[in-house]
């Protein structure tokens, strides 16, 4: 039994890479494992300063809600990050999240497997590269950790439009074998 964090990214209803997030979440809660999903709609995220006031006590002081989720993302044992494909890049929600995670660079951490989801308007297997290399530069910064998976679901431009996409049915799979 894993206990599984996934965090989804966009702020829109009815996303697309959020029923990616979903479809993993149900297969890995079908394999027995414990998921958490957490989407960022309506939570505030900050940009890091670069303060390092989080080298002394490994936790961020801005009042907001990353200390939260990093926590999280700190003792989970699967992290799963869901995306929309922005001008070739991961989101800039999640990469703010991201930056924040600095907090935890020197810090003890127990996830190991990072699985990545992404959907896109355009349909070329190119199109998600540059934001899994975004988020993969994010993974090798956290030495015990590693890329285990990633379902790229493209021509999904409206919301809703992933409905019926085979990458729902990769990314369930994917939850359930990890
Ligand atoms: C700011 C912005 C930038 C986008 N950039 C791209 C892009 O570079 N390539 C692409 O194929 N789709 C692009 N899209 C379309 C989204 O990736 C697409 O609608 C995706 O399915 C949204 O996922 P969501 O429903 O989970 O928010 C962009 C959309 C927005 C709002």
New binding site residues.
């Given amino acids: 039994m894993k206990k599984v964090l996934i965090i989804s990214s ?3 209803a ?5 029923a990616l997030a979903t479809a993993f979440a149900e297969g890995a809660r079908e394999a027995g494992h414990v998921v958490e999903c957490i989407s960022l709609k309506g939570k505030e995220i900050r940009f890091c300063t670069a303060c390092y006031a989080c080298k002394k006590t490994g936790r961020c002081v801005a009042p907001d809600d990353a200390p939260e989720i990093i926590s999280k993302i700190q003792v989970a044992d699967v992290v799963v990050l ?1 995306t ?5 890049e991961m989101c800039g929600q999640l990469k703010t999240l991201l930056d924040r995670t600095v907090s935890i660079y020197n810090e003890p951490y127990t996830f190991r497997d990072v699985y990545l989801l992404a ?4 349909d070329e297997p190119s ?1 998600p590269e540059r934001a899994f290399n975004g988020l993969g530069g994010w993974v090798e910064c956290f030495e015990k950790a590693r890329i285990a998976g990633q379902v790229f679901a ?1 021509g ?4 809703n ?2 409905l019926g996409h085979s990458a729902l049915e990769t990314a369930r799979k994917m939850g359930a074998a990890i």
Wanted: glycine share 4%.
């Fill in positions: 966009s702020l829109r009815h996303s697309n890479s959020d869901a929309p494909i922005y001008y070739y959907t896109a308007a355009e199109t493209g999904v431009y409206e919301q439009t992933i």
